[in-house]
């Protein structure tokens, strides 16, 4: 200070302005600082070096808006400059340590005894504490307003969000913490946050559920920590704390009726002096927000009772509806074709039921293969497309309704899309495709538990159906699989009888109904047909009428022992008359019915008319009989020769070859009649045959014959070929044969008068002959056998010229008749 | 040697001539005489009415036609008979049933005993 130019201020004058209160500074005329008391130096926090320090001892400046004020534009510099007093500009020092005090300043300039500018005197009036007040004034305002607003917002709160919003803010503005939140205790009594703002996901997870109070807490006090380092606080809840960057926090409960029901926090990202105002205010607004708590809860409540009202009153009605609709459906007599429509009111109680958006229902097949197939039956909003897709489910598909076929149980799929046995199949392409995302499908058991189809429902949004749902659902999968098990019954039935009715309109088998005692009550046509009877005259019959007389014993004998239990059936071949009186064979196969008394109720016939089996085998029989008499006779007559040729012969040799000879004869005829079927033979052909073997090409003609065409019966044909041959034999052992001029000539006629044959076999030519001393098998055969055979006359001459054979018999002995 | 069937005179059925010549002759090996012979129906029914004769041997089948009316004339005369026959015996009448039955083709001791069993006479 001593080398200061120029001393503005006496040292009695310094002390004077040291003791005063008032920050005081002296400028030279430049501004230059050179004098300032202690108050100013404490109002700047700084001390300005004398003579170089322009202006104003602050360190920084500011206008009262905050505003940077340059130093030669402050108060002091205008007054300076301008040599004007100025009274009470105000403006802002800010501090090393950054903390701004508003100021007054009041410079005046100084002029010497001569009025020369010497330079300016400031004071600085430090108005800190009324801006204090007037701020904390502000704050008073604001949070009245903040508070009015809440007040406000509450009134108009519609829901408990509105509420907990209009609270949050209330918080957040009037105690200016950096987060807040409002918890409640849920039903179990544990406190959960209801809303909140400005907190982390993880830090509300890990407070969640913590209270310093219970629910029976009475007059509760809020808690402030205002520090959190210097808080006793469990660790847990403080790295959870620190971690969100909370360094002060509050805990206000929220009461109604003086119990607690939750409570409403304020956090802070710095330590904080709660002060009477913040305590106030934070009860104030937990009040408010307790009031409206309480009322939003009994509005809830009242809400809550007539919703519950409302839902039991719909739930009633539905389950009359349903009550009314399972009746109709159980009521229902199963008509044909009725079912189908029974179907369709059960998927309609379905939907209604279920709140479904589809619905369809599908019976199993069990002829399908192992496992069965479920058959589509009904359905409800599905396209052409789906329903083409579904008409089949095998038990290998990945649908729900597969799913019940293959378990029997209830499949509840909820989303489609998060279904993991539906993953990548096409039945979750088919579901999506046609709006489907949730799908149950409710297994149909009959009352014995055997799975007759499955009834599903569907929905266009996820959806999970409430149990009491599904438990009237299963009332109506109750109806639906009597229903099918019903329809199943009367369709077995009705196959039965279609059945049973093809049998009895069968146009080859008779079929009668009759009552036990053999009166007719019901037949078919065949059996008109096969007894001439019609229908009507038949129901005055009794069956053994039209048995023959001769099998109606057989037949009763049977009725009585199947009408006394001996057997259940039997099986007859009888005779019946019929209504023309003429015969006719019927196998009748008998079944007799019982009532559940065990008596008899009906008979039962199949009546086959079987004449032509029986025709058959009599013409059979009569054809082994025939064939047993030409044998049997035809051995005789082999007999015959054998024992005529040996008898008659000189010598056995001899008797022998005669023998052989008339047994190839009567053989070789044998062959002719074979040839015509044993029909006969033409004359000519039996005359030929008999000379065959004694006509040689050289000798074809020493015979000469003659006559008309003839068609001979089987008999004279055997009988004229043994006596030609009897006759060639002799001719050429005795007769014309035996020399070479010998001639012979056979001829025949009918005589027109009389119808007789005649037939001359005359030799000529031949050695003379003569009757022989015995007459052999030949002669006898010729004039006795012939004549036997053929009713007529056999003449044998043996005269000189040679032998004549003469026969004479009727046409039709020789032709057989006409 | 004489027996029972000695100079019985016998009336022979039977439309076939061989046959009927196998029977003559047997029939006069056992001394019969022959009363007649038929191998027609009429003529058979005729002779049988009319004809005296002790024993006859009767063909069942003549000419396709049974000879039973025939041998019912013959019963109801009471003169014993023999059927010969290539069926069996089942087609014989039960009232005709006594008469032995000759299965053609038969030897002739089988013919002897036939008609000795016609005539009652075992032996």
Same mark, same amino acid.
């Given at each position: 200070?001593?080398?200061?130019?120029? %001393?503005?201020?006496?040292?009695?004058?310094?002390?004077?302005?040291?003791?005063?209160?008032?920050?005081?500074?002296?400028?030279?005329?430049?501004?230059?600082? #050179?004098?300032?008391?202690?108050?100013?130096?404490?109002?700047?926090?700084?001390?300005?070096?004398?003579?170089?320090?322009?202006?104003?001892?602050?360190?920084?400046?500011?206008?009262?808006?905050?505003?940077?004020?340059?130093?030669?534009?402050?108060?002091?510099?205008?007054?300076?400059?301008?040599?004007?007093?100025?009274?009470?500009?105000?403006?802002?020092?800010?501090?090393?340590?950054?903390?701004?005090?508003?100021?007054?300043?009041?410079?005046?300039?100084?002029?010497?005894?001569?009025? #020369?500018?010497?330079?300016?005197?400031?004071?600085?009036?430090?108005?800190?504490?009324?801006?204090?007040?007037?701020?904390?004034?502000?704050?008073?305002?604001?949070? %009245?307003?903040?508070?009015?607003?809440?007040?406000?917002?509450?009134?108009?709160?519609?829901?408990?969000?509105?509420?907990?919003?209009?609270?949050?803010?209330?918080?957040?503005?009037?105690?200016?913490?950096?987060?807040?939140?409002?918890?409640?205790?849920?039903?179990?009594?544990?406190?959960?946050?209801?809303?909140?703002?400005?907190?982390?996901?993880?830090?509300?997870?890990?407070?969640?559920?913590? &209270?310093?109070?219970?629910?029976?807490?009475?007059?509760?006090?809020?808690?402030?920590?205002?520090?959190?380092?210097?808080?006793?606080?469990?660790?847990?809840?403080?790295?959870?704390?620190?971690?969100?960057?909370?360094?002060?926090?509050?805990?206000?409960?929220?009461?109604?009726?003086?119990?607690?029901?939750?409570?409403?926090?304020?956090?802070?990202?710095?330590?904080?002096?709660?002060?009477?105002?913040?305590?106030?205010?934070?009860?104030?607004?937990?009040?408010?927000?307790?009031? &409206?708590?309480?009322?939003?809860?009994?509005?809830?409540?009242?809400?809550?009772?007539?919703? #519950?009202?409302?839902?039991?009153?719909?739930?009633?009605?539905?389950?009359?509806?349903?009550?009314?609709?399972?009746?109709?459906?159980?009521?229902?007599?199963?008509?044909?074709?009725? &079912?189908?429509?029974?179907?369709?009111?059960?998927?309609?109680?379905?939907?209604?039921?279920?709140?479904?958006?589809?619905?369809?229902?599908?019976?199993?097949?069990?002829?399908?293969?192992?496992?069965?197939?479920?058959?589509?039956?009904?359905?409800?909003?599905?396209?052409?497309?789906?329903?083409?897709?579904?008409?089949?489910?095998?038990?290998?598909?990945?649908?729900?309704?597969?799913?019940?076929?293959?378990?029997?149980?209830?499949?509840?799929?909820?989303?489609?899309?998060?279904?993991?046995?539906?993953?990548?199949?096409?039945?979750?392409?088919?579901?999506?495709?046609?709006?489907?995302?949730?799908?149950?499908?409710?297994?149909?058991?009959?009352?014995?538990?055997?799975?007759?189809?499955?009834?599903?429902?569907?929905?266009?949004?996820?959806?999970?159906?409430?149990?009491?749902?599904?438990?009237?659902?299963?009332?109506?999968?109750?109806?639906?699989?009597?229903?099918?098990?019903?329809?199943?019954?009367?369709?077995?039935?009705?196959?039965?009888?279609?059945?049973?009715?093809?049998?009895?309109?069968?146009?080859?088998?008779?079929?009668?109904?009759?009552?036990?005692?053999?009166?007719?009550?019901?037949?078919?046509?065949?059996?008109?047909?096969?007894?001439?009877?019609?229908?009507?005259?038949?129901?005055?019959?009794?069956?053994?009428?039209?048995?023959?007389?001769?099998?109606?014993?057989?037949?009763?004998?049977?009725?009585?022992?199947?009408?006394?239990?001996?057997?259940?059936?039997?099986?007859?071949?009888?005779?019946?008359?019929?209504?023309?009186?003429?015969?006719?064979?019927?196998?009748?196969?008998?079944?007799?019915?019982?009532?559940?008394?065990?008596?008899?109720?009906?008979?039962?016939?199949?009546?086959?008319?079987?004449?032509?089996?029986?025709?058959?085998?009599?013409?059979?029989?009569?054809?082994?009989?025939?064939?047993?008499?030409?044998?049997?006779?035809?051995?005789?007559?082999?007999?015959?020769?054998?024992?005529?040729?040996?008898?008659?012969?000189?010598?056995?040799?001899?008797?022998?070859?005669?023998?052989?000879?008339?047994?190839?004869?009567?053989?070789?005829?044998?062959?002719?009649?074979?040839?015509?079927?044993?029909?006969?033979?033409?004359?000519?052909?039996?005359?030929?045959?008999?000379?065959?073997?004694?006509?040689?090409?050289?000798?074809?003609?020493?015979?000469?014959?003659?006559?008309?065409?003839?068609?001979?019966?089987?008999?004279?044909?055997?009988?004229?070929?043994?006596?030609?041959?009897?006759?060639?034999?002799?001719?050429?052992?005795?007769?014309?044969?035996?020399?070479?001029?010998?001639?012979?000539?056979?001829?025949?006629?009918?005589?027109?008068?009389?119808?007789?044959?005649?037939?001359?076999?005359?030799?000529?030519?031949?050695?003379?002959?003569?009757?022989?001393?015995?007459?052999?098998?030949?002669?006898?055969?010729?004039?006795?056998?012939?004549?036997?055979?053929?009713?007529?006359?056999?003449?044998?001459?043996?005269?000189?010229?040679?032998?004549?054979?003469?026969?004479?018999?009727?046409?039709?002995?020789?032709?057989?008749?006409? | 040697?004489?027996?029972?069937?000695?100079?019985?005179?016998?009336?022979?059925?039977?439309?076939?001539?061989?046959?009927?010549?196998?029977?003559?002759?047997?029939?006069?090996?056992?001394?019969?005489?022959?009363?007649?012979?038929?191998?027609?129906?009429?003529?058979?029914?005729?002779?049988?009415?009319?004809?005296?004769?002790?024993?006859?041997?009767?063909?069942?089948?003549?000419?396709?036609?049974?000879?039973?009316?025939?041998?019912?004339?013959?019963?109801?005369?009471?003169?014993?008979?023999?059927?010969?026959?290539?069926?069996?015996?089942?087609?014989?009448?039960?009232?005709?049933?006594?008469?032995?039955?000759?299965?053609?083709?038969?030897?002739?001791?089988?013919?002897?005993?036939?008609?000795?069993?016609?005539?009652?006479?075992?032996?």
């Amino acid at each position: 200070m001593l080398d200061r130019p120029e %001393q503005h201020v006496s040292a009695s004058a310094e002390a004077l302005l040291n003791a005063l209160p008032a920050a005081i500074y002296i400028t030279d005329a430049e501004g230059r600082i #050179t004098f300032y008391n202690e108050a100013a130096a404490e109002l700047w926090g700084v001390r300005p070096v004398l003579w170089e320090s322009a202006w104003c001892g602050s360190w920084r400046l500011y206008w009262p808006d905050g505003t940077a004020l340059p130093p030669d534009q402050c108060p002091m510099a205008t007054a300076l400059k301008e040599q004007r007093a100025i009274s009470g500009a105000c403006a802002v020092c800010e501090r090393p340590d950054g903390t701004r005090v508003p100021f007054l300043a009041f410079p005046r300039p100084l002029y010497d005894r001569d009025g #020369t500018f010497i330079g300016g005197i400031n004071t600085l009036v430090d108005i800190s504490p009324i801006k204090s007040a007037e701020q904390s004034l502000g704050r008073r305002a604001r949070e %009245q307003e903040a508070l009015y607003r809440f007040t406000d917002n509450l009134y108009r709160a519609s829901s408990l969000a509105d509420i907990y919003a209009a609270g949050l803010d209330a918080i957040l503005e009037t105690l200016q913490g950096k987060a807040a939140s409002i918890l409640r205790f849920d039903q179990s009594g544990t406190m959960r946050f209801v809303a909140s703002r400005g907190l982390s996901e993880a830090y509300r997870a890990a407070i969640d559920g913590h &209270s310093p109070w219970q629910p029976d807490t009475r007059d509760p006090e809020p808690i402030f920590i205002s520090n959190v380092e210097e808080a006793s606080l469990p660790d847990e809840f403080r790295a959870s704390i620190e971690a969100e960057g909370i360094r002060a926090l509050a805990f206000i409960p929220l009461t109604s009726g003086g119990r607690v029901i939750g409570k409403f926090m304020t956090y802070y990202d710095a330590p904080r002096a709660f002060d009477r105002g913040a305590i106030d205010l934070a009860v104030t607004i937990a009040r408010q927000l307790g009031f &409206s708590l309480e009322r939003a809860g009994a509005d809830e409540e009242r809400q809550q009772a007539r919703d #519950t009202l409302a839902a039991s009153e719909k739930r009633l009605s539905q389950e009359l509806d349903l009550t009314k609709q399972l009746h109709e459906i159980s009521a229902a007599p199963i008509h044909e074709g009725d &079912s189908a429509s029974l179907y369709e009111k059960i998927l309609d109680g379905a939907v209604n039921v279920m709140g479904s958006d589809f619905a369809s229902m599908q019976i199993v097949s069990p002829e399908r293969g192992p496992g069965g197939e479920l058959r589509l039956i009904a359905f409800r909003g599905f396209d052409e497309q789906a329903t083409k897709f579904w008409e089949w489910v095998g038990a290998g598909s990945q649908s729900t309704c597969a799913v019940a076929l293959r378990t029997g149980q209830r499949v509840v799929c909820e989303d489609v899309r998060a279904c993991d046995f539906m993953q990548d199949t096409d039945d979750l392409a088919i579901y999506l495709q046609s709006g489907v995302r949730a799908v149950q499908s409710t297994p149909l058991l009959s009352r014995s538990g055997q799975l007759l189809g499955v009834i599903s429902t569907h929905w266009r949004r996820p959806h999970r159906p409430p149990l009491a749902d599904l438990h009237r659902l299963d009332l109506l999968a109750r109806q639906a699989a009597d229903l099918i098990e019903r329809a199943n019954a009367a369709s077995a039935l009705r196959d039965r009888q279609e059945r049973l009715r093809a049998v009895f309109d069968s146009p080859t088998v008779g079929v009668a109904v009759l009552t036990p005692d053999g009166h007719f009550i019901e037949t078919n046509l065949a059996f008109s047909e096969l007894s001439g009877f019609d229908a009507e005259e038949l129901l005055s019959l009794n069956s053994l009428q039209l048995t023959h007389p001769d099998d109606r014993p057989a037949m009763r004998a049977e009725l009585d022992g199947m009408l006394e239990g001996d057997r259940p059936g039997f099986v007859i071949e009888k005779r019946y008359i019929r209504k023309d009186g003429s015969v006719i064979w019927v196998q009748n196969s008998v079944s007799l019915t019982r009532d559940e008394a065990g008596r008899p109720l009906h008979l039962v016939k199949l009546i086959q008319d079987i004449t032509g089996r029986k025709v058959a085998e009599k013409r059979q029989r009569l054809l082994i009989d025939e064939i047993n008499h030409r044998v049997k006779n035809t051995l005789a007559t082999v007999q015959s020769f054998a024992s005529q040729s040996l008898r008659n012969a000189s010598s056995l040799a001899e008797g022998r070859t005669a023998f052989e000879a008339r047994l190839m004869a009567l053989s070789k005829s044998h062959d002719v009649l074979t040839r015509e079927h044993w029909e006969g033979a033409d004359l000519i052909e039996v005359v030929n045959g008999a000379i065959a073997a004694y006509r040689g090409r050289a000798e074809q003609s020493r015979f000469r014959i003659e006559g008309e065409r003839l068609r001979l019966r089987p008999k004279a044909v055997l009988a004229l070929s043994m006596a030609f041959h009897e006759l060639a034999t002799n001719a050429v052992k005795y007769g014309a044969l035996s020399k070479d001029s010998g001639k012979v000539s056979v001829s025949w006629r009918v005589v027109p008068q009389s119808g007789r044959f005649e037939l001359r076999w005359r030799e000529s030519g031949g050695p003379v002959v003569s009757p022989p001393a015995r007459r052999g098998f030949g002669s006898r055969l010729i004039e006795y056998g012939l004549a036997q055979d053929i009713g007529g006359e056999v003449r044998l001459r043996f005269d000189d010229l040679g032998v004549i054979c003469s026969i004479s018999a009727p046409l039709n002995e020789i032709t057989g008749p006409k | 040697m004489t027996s029972v069937l000695t100079g019985r005179r016998v009336l022979l059925v039977e439309d076939e001539s061989l046959i009927l010549m196998l029977v003559e002759d047997a029939l006069a090996d056992f001394g019969c005489e022959i009363a007649g012979v038929a191998s027609r129906f009429d003529d058979a029914v005729s002779k049988a009415r009319s004809l005296d004769f002790e024993l006859a041997i009767l063909d069942v089948n003549l000419n396709g036609q049974r000879t039973f009316p025939i041998a019912e004339v013959i019963q109801a005369r009471g003169i014993p008979f023999v059927f010969a026959t290539g069926y069996g015996a089942t087609s014989i009448p039960e009232a005709l049933s006594t008469a032995p039955i000759l299965q053609k083709p038969f030897a002739a001791p089988e013919l002897e005993r036939a008609l000795r069993t016609a005539l009652g006479g075992d032996s």
